[in-house]
């Protein structure tokens, strides 16, 4: 029986280290970075927001020099309706209406078309700066010894010791002094 509980003994004593090793962890050292300030104030991103700034103006002439010419026809159109009282058009107005109805459909493609390619474009400038930004956070938290960096906005409060967001900036502006602000098209649809 001396035996059996000896040999308990010096198993529990065996596993009793390796265990607890297991579940030592270092302490933490957090770091946080203002990403929001990190993205608008990198110089490549003050650029490529002016640039998508520029799309989204063009977007909006378009859409107006589209839609004015519309309009006025539509009103000639629904006069000219109007003035039947009820009767149906003839052939020139059904022919008239629906010529009207393609340039609407058209304007409508096209501008869904443009609206659809800065979205793109934001999203490519969006993972153009998220794929650099992740080996700097490495190189950061490396640098300043932390083992946990967290975004400013997701803490309740921080030292100002342990802000690295000026470290993460000024990485940012040395790995990526340009931004492609136009996304590459899409591969087309492969056929069988």
Do not use: H, W
């Amino acid at each position: 029986m001396k035996t059996l509980l000896i040999s308990a003994a010096v198993a529990a004593a065996a596993i009793a280290p390796s265990a607890a090793t297991a579940q030592a962890l270092p302490n933490a050292v957090v770091a946080v970075v203002d990403l929001d300030r990190v993205t608008a104030e990198c110089n490549a991103c003050k650029t490529a927001q002016a640039a998508l700034k520029s799309q989204v103006q063009s977007y909006q002439g378009r859409e107006q020099a589209l839609a004015a010419p519309l309009e006025t026809e539509q009103k000639s159109i629904q006069a000219a309706v109007d003035a039947l009282k009820g009767k149906e058009p003839d052939a020139a107005l059904k022919t008239r209406i629906e010529a009207f109805q393609r340039k609407q459909q058209q304007a409508a493609q096209e501008l869904s078309t443009q609206q659809r390619q800065i979205q793109a474009n934001q999203q490519y400038i969006q993972k153009q700066i998220q794929d650099k930004l992740s080996p700097i956070y490495q190189q950061v938290m490396q640098r300043r010894g932390a083992n946990l960096l967290v975004e400013v906005g997701t803490t309740l409060a921080t030292a100002q010791n342990v802000d690295v967001t000026n470290d993460v900036l000024a990485a940012l502006n040395a790995s990526l002094p340009t931004l492609v602000t136009t996304a590459p098209a899409a591969p087309a649809p492969q056929g069988r």
